[in-house]
């Protein structure tokens, strides 16, 4: 691996990137503007970027693998509008083998898969989709992880023969990163997250589904500076998930005053206040939704006047349950009339109202953050 973008090669045959092709420069200048913001690279960057995808010698290879999904990170990948998907993988990838979207089935996708590793060798990009099953399943023959067989190789065997010859791998959606909603309670297949069960330490994009524009950036990181992005002690990046959802939240300042949703369709559901009393999930979720929003920047789930439930966070499923309630259900001082007596109490309601919802979040992220324990010892 090179150690800038104009040095990062692929041996991906007879298909040279160019980046103009079929692509208008201005669209062009503004995926790699959106990529710049989006990485938190400033303006300065954009000709850099630019640079760095037109110089690349080859399209990176991309060897997509299914698991225990429902394909919904392929969907959201499948309708990026900024690249469109046409120019994903037309001019700036190689995806040599994705089951959905690939034309070849049967021995002819296993075959692709085999030349793709071996063309590659150690220069692909490994992208997971899908929890990885673990249990045995009943009868006499059955071995460890016959939950999810693909090609009459279990789902551990695959995601460990394609990841160690891989240059990057990045879980696409919170069941690759975490083991989503395949995880969660009782879990009869004992399924779980692509590093978890592989051993191999991956970069993380988790969502329910993910943001494309988070995934393609890590590849024009990696394009750019040829490494992956920094990470948080979970993984994930942390241009995409270093700050709270409640941090700059477009409603925060709502709940700053007291203005709370009471109920689905209420006055100040109209008007657009917090949704905290409707299991608004953002003060315990890392993710950048309110600044990079789905569907070509044009909403997203609070936005929109649905609450977050937490779908970046590791077990979301079990932790943020209910999802309508509060979270969470315990008992701190000031932490309930914050919510339910703020808005009564005009003067010093928001001096107050920051001082009590620090305390609460310091707390409830030691619960549902485990590296802060780690940052404190």
Same mark, same amino acid.
């Given at each position: 691996m090179?150690? =800038?973008g %104009?040095?990062?090669?692929?041996?991906?045959?007879?298909?040279?990137?160019d980046?103009l092709?079929?692509?208008k420069?201005?669209?062009?200048?503004s995926?790699?503007a959106l990529m =710049?913001?989006?990485?938190?690279?400033?303006?300065?960057f954009?000709?850099?970027?630019?640079? +760095?995808?037109e110089?690349?010698t080859?399209? $990176?290879?991309?060897?997509?693998?299914?698991?225990?999904?429902?394909?919904?990170d392929s969907?959201?990948?499948i309708?990026?509008t &900024?690249p469109?998907? @046409?120019e994903?993988?037309?001019n700036?990838l190689s995806?040599?083998?994705h089951?959905?979207?690939?034309?070849? %089935?049967g021995?002819a996708?296993?075959?692709?898969l !085999?030349?793709?590793?071996?063309?590659?060798k150690?220069?692909?990009?490994?992208?997971?989709?899908g929890a990885?099953?673990?249990?045995t399943?009943?009868?006499p &023959?059955?071995k460890k #992880?016959?939950?999810?067989t693909?090609?009459?190789?279990t789902?551990l065997?695959?995601?460990?023969e394609?990841?160690?010859?891989a240059?990057a791998i990045?879980c696409?959606?919170?069941?690759?990163?975490?083991?989503?909603v !395949?995880? !969660?309670?009782?879990?009869?297949t #004992?399924?779980?997250?692509?590093?978890e /069960? *592989?051993?191999?330490?991956?970069?993380?994009?988790?969502?329910c589904p993910h943001?494309v524009v988070n995934s393609v950036?890590?590849?024009?990181?990696?394009?750019l500076?040829?490494?992956?992005?920094?990470?948080?002690?979970?993984?994930?990046?942390?241009f995409?998930y270093?700050?709270?959802?409640?941090?700059?939240?477009l409603?925060?300042?709502?709940?700053?005053a007291?203005?709370?949703?009471?109920?689905?369709?209420?006055?100040?559901a109209k008007?657009?206040?917090?949704l905290y009393?409707?299991?608004c999930?953002?003060?315990? *979720?890392?993710?950048?939704?309110p600044?990079?929003e789905?569907?070509d920047?044009?909403?997203? $789930?609070?936005?929109a006047g649905?609450?977050?439930?937490?779908? %970046?966070e590791?077990k979301f499923?079990?932790?943020? /349950?209910p999802?309508y309630e509060?979270?969470? &259900?315990i008992?701190?001082?000031?932490?309930e +009339? %914050?919510?339910?007596?703020?808005g009564f109490?005009l003067?010093?309601?928001a /001096?107050a109202?920051?001082?009590v919802?620090?305390?609460?979040t310091?707390?409830?992220?030691?619960?549902f953050?485990p *590296?802060?324990?780690?940052?404190? @010892?």
């Open positions: 090179g150690t =800038s %104009s040095d990062f090669s692929f041996k991906t045959p007879e298909r040279r990137i980046a092709a079929g692509i420069r201005r669209d062009f200048l995926f790699c =710049s913001a989006t990485l938190g690279l400033g303006p300065s954009i000709p850099k970027i630019a640079e +760095a995808i110089k690349a080859r399209r $990176p290879s991309v060897i997509w693998l299914h698991f225990a999904e429902c394909t919904g969907e959201a990948f309708r990026s &900024n469109s998907i @046409e994903l993988i037309l700036i995806i040599d083998y089951e959905t979207i690939m034309a070849a %089935s021995e996708a296993e075959g692709a !085999q030349k793709a590793m071996k063309d590659n150690g220069k692909y990009i490994a992208v997971c989709e990885i099953p673990l249990g399943p009943p009868g &023959n059955a #992880g016959d939950y999810l693909i090609a009459g190789k789902g065997e695959l995601a460990k394609v990841c160690r010859d240059a990045m696409v959606g919170n069941c690759a990163s975490f083991g989503g !395949q995880a !969660q309670y009782p879990n009869p #004992g399924a779980v997250g692509v590093e /069960a *592989t051993g191999i330490p991956t970069l993380k994009v988790p969502g943001n950036a890590v590849v024009v990181n990696f394009l500076l040829g490494s992956l992005p920094k990470t948080d002690k979970l993984g994930r990046p942390l995409a270093g700050k709270r959802i409640h941090d700059h939240c409603r925060r300042a709502h709940f700053d007291g203005q709370f949703v009471e109920k689905f369709g209420d006055a100040g008007d657009r206040w917090c009393k409707m299991g999930k953002g003060p315990q *979720t890392y993710h950048n939704c600044t990079v789905y569907n920047g044009t909403s997203w $789930p609070v936005k649905h609450g977050c439930i937490g779908c %970046s590791p499923w079990d932790n943020m /349950a999802f509060r979270l969470p &259900n008992k701190l001082p000031g932490v +009339a %914050s919510a339910d007596q703020i109490t003067v010093g309601a /001096a109202g920051a001082a919802h620090g305390a609460y310091f707390l409830n992220r030691k619960k953050d *590296t802060l324990k780690d940052k404190e @010892e």
